[in-house]
């Protein structure tokens, strides 16, 4: 018998500006279908694309696991239009969808995309920063997310790669219990020292959603912290020895390249495993450290390393 086809979304929030993280995003994926295949040669892998801000497309219903991506401007731009409405939709689906029998869907959501959901589900507030955050800043685990399968791997802190004027703080915790949510990441060990926002949370099995850009590989940060324009921003705000120590990051297995090899490889592995018995799956590897390498894939041979 026939397997069911495995279904991925794209949710590409960028509203049409091209940029790093769709390719990023893409090889992901790609380097995902590959390992399902491995395992489970005669499962169709499909990928779907939809651009709800610039083009109101709405994500479909029938789609196993969904990424929505970071995007430019404010989470507030669209307030009003019918794509934040459908968004709003969307969302809710995939909370109903493990309540109502029908199919189980899981969600993704990075940045912008996590902006969204966190005001959609008012489980914190949304607020502008008084300057921006960008480039490689370290992450906290909470307790909880300590022992959640997301960020396990990395114990009391990660980096990650950070480009926002929003954050999210003042977690409603009453809101969060509805949803049957757990806080997972903040920006400061304890909560206040180096900022209040909240770097990541879940809804149970349905959605993760993180403020930063675990998708983000060696070329995609390079791409963006070199550019003149942007390397002067970043030494006016943090100074030049700090910009030179985020060069050198790149380069530490144990930082930025262990966050885009384990973060959304790790949920897309999981899901997948959570189908399997269902659809007669074959169960996939979690990621492990062999899949740093892929860190520098995009990169030419004489800039890595």
């Given at each position: 018998?026939?397997?069911?086809?495995?279904?991925?979304?794209?949710?590409?929030?960028?509203?049409g500006?091209?940029?790093?993280?769709?390719?990023?995003?893409?090889?992901?994926?790609?380097?995902?279908?590959?390992?399902?295949?491995?395992?489970?040669?005669?499962?169709?892998?499909?990928?779907?694309?939809?651009?709800?801000?610039?083009?109101?497309?709405?994500?479909?219903?029938?789609?196993?696991?969904?990424?929505?991506?970071?995007?430019?401007?404010?989470?507030?731009?669209?307030?009003?239009?019918?794509?934040?409405?459908?968004?709003?939709?969307?969302?809710?689906?995939?909370?109903?969808?493990?309540?109502?029998?029908?199919?189980?869907?899981?969600?993704?959501?990075?940045?912008?995309?996590?902006?969204?959901?966190?005001?959609?589900?008012?489980?914190?507030?949304?607020?502008?920063?008084e300057?921006?955050?960008?480039?490689?800043?370290?992450?906290?685990?909470?307790?909880?997310?300590?022992?959640?399968?997301?960020?396990?791997?990395?114990?009391?802190?990660?980096?990650?790669?950070?480009?926002?004027?929003?954050?999210?703080?003042?977690?409603?915790?009453?809101?969060?219990?509805?949803?049957?949510?757990?806080?997972?990441?903040?920006?400061?060990?304890?909560?206040?020292?180096?900022?209040?926002?909240?770097m990541?949370?879940?809804?149970?099995?349905?959605?993760?959603?993180?403020?930063?850009h675990?998708?983000?590989?060696?070329?995609?940060?390079?791409?963006?912290?070199?550019?003149?324009?942007?390397?002067?921003?970043?030494?006016?705000?943090?100074?030049?020895?700090?910009?030179?120590?985020?060069?050198?990051?790149?380069?530490?297995?144990?930082?930025?390249?262990?966050?885009?090899?384990?973060?959304?490889?790790?949920?897309?592995?999981?899901?997948?495993?959570?189908?399997a018995?269902?659809?007669?799956?074959?169960?996939?590897?979690?990621?492990?450290?062999?899949?740093?390498?892929?860190?520098?894939?995009a990169?030419?041979?004489a800039?890595?390393?």
């Amino acid at each position: 018998m026939k397997r069911p086809p495995l279904r991925l979304c794209l949710v590409d929030m960028n509203d049409g500006h091209p940029n790093q993280a769709m390719r990023c995003l893409h090889g992901i994926v790609d380097r995902y279908f590959e390992r399902v295949h491995r395992s489970n040669p005669a499962v169709e892998c499909q990928l779907v694309h939809v651009s709800p801000r610039d083009k109101e497309e709405v994500p479909p219903t029938d789609c196993d696991v969904y990424i929505s991506s970071g995007g430019p401007g404010s989470p507030f731009d669209g307030d009003g239009q019918p794509w934040v409405t459908n968004y709003g939709h969307f969302v809710d689906g995939i909370l109903d969808s493990w309540h109502t029998g029908s199919r189980r869907r899981a969600l993704f959501a990075i940045c912008y995309s996590f902006e969204m959901v966190v005001r959609h589900l008012g489980v914190a507030q949304v607020v502008k920063r008084e300057q921006r955050k960008f480039g490689v800043m370290p992450v906290y685990p909470t307790a909880d997310g300590q022992r959640h399968p997301l960020l396990a791997p990395f114990g009391d802190r990660l980096f990650a790669f950070e480009h926002r004027w929003w954050e999210a703080v003042d977690v409603d915790e009453k809101r969060m219990a509805e949803l049957h949510g757990t806080l997972l990441a903040r920006e400061s060990r304890d909560g206040v020292s180096k900022g209040r926002a909240i770097m990541g949370f879940d809804t149970g099995p349905s959605i993760e959603a993180v403020q930063f850009h675990p998708e983000a590989d060696r070329l995609g940060v390079v791409s963006w912290v070199t550019r003149p324009e942007q390397a002067a921003a970043f030494k006016d705000t943090y100074g030049e020895s700090t910009y030179q120590a985020m060069m050198r990051t790149l380069d530490d297995p144990r930082r930025l390249a262990r966050t885009f090899a384990f973060l959304i490889p790790s949920f897309l592995a999981r899901r997948f495993n959570a189908l399997a018995p269902e659809r007669d799956y074959v169960p996939i590897a979690l990621p492990d450290d062999t899949d740093i390498q892929g860190f520098d894939d995009a990169m030419p041979a004489a800039e890595t390393g």
